[in-house]
């Protein structure tokens, strides 16, 4: 009923930006997101400023896998509004995506300016600098993580395999520890725990790990386990 009534709407005033975003947004809670994209692009040719219009685009753009286009709503966003914490993050995920992890520190850098005490940014420039190898700086941002939410497994799991690629195998099995005491069901804690476990020589509590980790349905712990465990038993 409303694309309807949007639908009439545009027809008697085709140049109005809110109508074409009204009706954008319509269709992207019904999952019509091309259409959905098709609108907007039109809502900000006639309003090349509106924010609405601009966010709803990049984060379509986004759940479409259209990263560079996501990146040129965004940055046209900054440009409106520059000093939108979340706007920042939303771009660096964009990047993250695409592999660009130095662009997206940068961008999780501005809005951590912005908004300094962002546990979820915190969390993901921590794993964006693990994959660019700086994994001193990336238990920096773990640590912050931990201190504004004790109780977060996934900075644990992080902090652990940052200080794995640092060969530090007993911390990073300590956070380990943790992380999986806080959610039992953490497949891959199992599993990078396992590695550091046969590393230091302690094959028992490695096997076992590895198998608790196959029965999570992390299955990369399979080939691991038939190589240095024998098959399940």
Known sequence: ASIKYFNKAIELQPD???HWTNRAISKRYLGKLDDAANDLNKAVKLSPNFLLALKHLGEINFQLNKYPEAIK????????DPDNFQLYCNRGDVYLKLGNYQQAINDYDQSLFIKPDNGDVLLTRGVCKIYI??????IVDFDECIKLNAEDAEAYYNR???K???RK???AIEDLNIAIKLNPKFAI????RGIANIELGLM???CIDLKRAIELGYKDAENVHKKYCGKIK
């Open 16 to 18: 109005s930006a809110d």
């Open 73 to 80: 709503a965004y940055t046209h966003l900054l440009q409106v």
């Open 133 to 138: 190898k700086n994994y001193t700086e990336a």
């Open 160 to 162: 652990a395999d940052a």
């Open 164 to 166: 794995f690629w640092l």
């Open 169 to 171: 195998l007993m911390e």
């Open 189 to 192: 804690a199992y599993y990078k």
């Open 204 to 206: 028992k509590e490695g």
